[in-house]
């Protein structure tokens, strides 16, 4: 049973660009949440997708966005990349919404903005 | 902002108990205790969860005190693989986004 895969592992962009972001949750999974992770710190809630719908976000700017697709898997897009979107970026999932709040996370995107 | 208060590092050697402490004076009647550890470049990992009764599992206890304002996890035999940064995090038990604290780096000693 595959567990939360993200993809790429690393990516490097220059300030400007657009970047996007992959994951695929555990299989049975529904939800979708995605967060950043600056060097030293520990993840930051970015936005939730449930039903292909954004249901929850974080404190971030409309330069993030996302999507979740019909088989569950999501995309995170940045746009207008900053030096300050440096970071390590997690998704996690989790079986609907009344169950008790385990998130199962994967290993990472690297993302580098030059 | 995180609602909890841990230690920013922690020392234990390998094969005694560690026991990792938090503070949430300000957790709600509805919100539980979790517990995740992040191994260096890896993702987070779920430990335990509980809301005013002890837990435990194969991985580890928590102990919640009465007025559930302060929690502690407890690793029974560490080892050098439990090296890591503990989160303490409390939450709501549905499925909002977590709220995470810069945490506790454990350090397993040999």
């Known amino acids: 049973d595959a567990g939360v895969t993200q993809s790429p592992t690393h990516l490097i962009k220059t300030r400007g660009q657009q970047v996007t972001l992959r994951c695929s949750p555990k299989?049975?999974?529904?939800?979708v949440s995605w967060y950043q992770q600056a060097l030293g710190q520990g993840p930051q809630f970015i936005f939730q997708?449930?039903?292909?719908?954004?249901?929850q976000r974080g404190n971030f700017p409309d330069r993030f966005s996302g999507h979740q697709f019909p088989n569950y898997s999501s995309e995170l897009n940045v746009n207008a990349l900053l030096l300050g979107d440096s970071a390590l970026y997690l998704c996690?999932?989790?079986?609907?919404?009344?169950?008790?709040?385990?998130?199962?996370f994967g290993a990472g995107t690297r993302l580098s903005v030059l | 902002d995180a609602k909890t208060t841990q230690p920013p590092s922690m020392d234990c050697a390998e094969g005694r108990a560690a026991n990792l402490p938090c503070n949430h004076s300000t957790i709600s009647g509805n919100e539980y205790v979790y517990w995740y550890r992040q191994i260096h470049s890896q993702g987070p990992q779920y430990i335990i969860h509980g809301l005013k009764n002890n837990e435990t599992n194969e991985m580890a206890s928590l102990i919640i005190t009465e007025d559930r304002k302060s929690s502690t996890l407890i690793l029974p035999h560490a080892t050098l693989r439990d090296t890591a940064v503990y989160y303490c995090i409390v939450s709501p038990g549905g499925a909002d986004g977590l709220t995470f604290g810069k945490g506790t780096h454990l350090i397993i000693q040999p």
């Open positions: 997708y449930y039903e292909e719908e954004e249901r």
């Open positions: 299989s049975g999974h529904d939800t």
């Open positions: 996690a999932s989790s079986y609907g919404l009344v169950a008790k709040n385990i998130q199962y």
